[in-house]
């Protein structure tokens, strides 16, 4: 069934080309599509489209259709395009010419609009709620490891003393900020395009204002062309927050497996959580933060993909905007499951509280040996040719009484200033 049926059918070739995914796909949208029916359907017959005995006819079957859902027995078989043409289907199934009603006043193109940005509101909101989750165990990690010594990097080259407390709450304050860019979307995906119909209304009396506070939307999107616009646009408004989110948990990642080596030998975590290999028995592999790292690495390209598909197209729809949902979709469920697993194996990281006492590790000290000899009255500059002298002749001895007074130091991490950030910007 096609909710464009004329009476002839297409070649079945261009059926399965135009088709794609969407069936797959649309079971993610599914439930999104019955709550925005439900609304039209209220809708219509408050603006006297329909009877409210039709209204509350189509709601009930939508309500049957909704439980099929929920119970995961709903089902798009090969003869429906997609999900908007099974529901309707069943509509007509069940309520006759009522189930045909449905249609009246909306296009396929501001359905899928709907649905989809009901679909992006809820998904933002679980990534927000993981990221949450996992912003707290980084801080609890922060907390617990706060005065454990770590190596600081620039160029890879051993450079200043760091620590667990300021690694763990890095990331944890990245995600704040991924967290800005997703609220940014969220506002964008919140305007509701329901009414828009084909992108230049509808000469039925539709209720915009109605429709707009049934489904929850914050607001509406004010002119019918932009909602048909905010097609590719909404979505890469998502992806921009999605990839700075990728790029945090793809840092980690990286950070994690190159700690887990024996060269660094500065974390590590239970067997159950690493792999081994086919011929060496000693191998305890961190694949999961490997996957973590390029899912994140290929979810930062969702963005530019977006752009592409999207890049010239003129005003009105164009079918290639059906792409965006097999762009969307799986990014979506990757970054959660990224998000999941990455909280689940650091609530087991084991710390080496011992590293910086390597000797391999003195050259961390020479900057705050410098620095003290420029507290007791030496000029900056001659104090550091002092140091580069020492280290160069081997008489350098380091000064390991780190003592970091400013905010956002190793001796005063802020912790709590990071969690009344989270606190004010996300609340």
Known sequence: MKLWDKGYSTDKKIDLFTVGSDRELDLHIAKYDVMASKAHAKMLAKTGLISRQEAEDLIGALNMINESIEAGTFTIEDQFEDVHSKIEY??????????????????????????????LKDEIKTIRSLSKELFEVLMQLAEKYSTVSLPGYTHLQVAMPSSFGLWFSAYAESLIDDLLFLEAARKVVDQNPLGSAAGYGSSFPVDREFTTKELGFETMKVNVVAAQMGRGKVEKGVALAISSMAGTLGKLAMDICLYMSQNFDFISFPKELTTGSSIMPHKKNPDVFELIRGKCNLLQGVPNQLSLLSTNLPSGYHRELQLTKEVMIPALQQLKACLEMMRFSLEKIEVNASITENPIYDYLYSVDTLNEKVLQGVPFRDAYKEMSEAIENGSFVPNRDVKHTHIGSTGNPGFDRIREKMDFFNG
């Open 90 to 119: 069943l509509l007509t199934e069940k309520l006759g010419d009522t189930g045909k009603k449905i249609h009246t006043a909306r296009s396929r193109n501001d359905q899928v609009l709907v649905a989809m940005q009901l679909y």
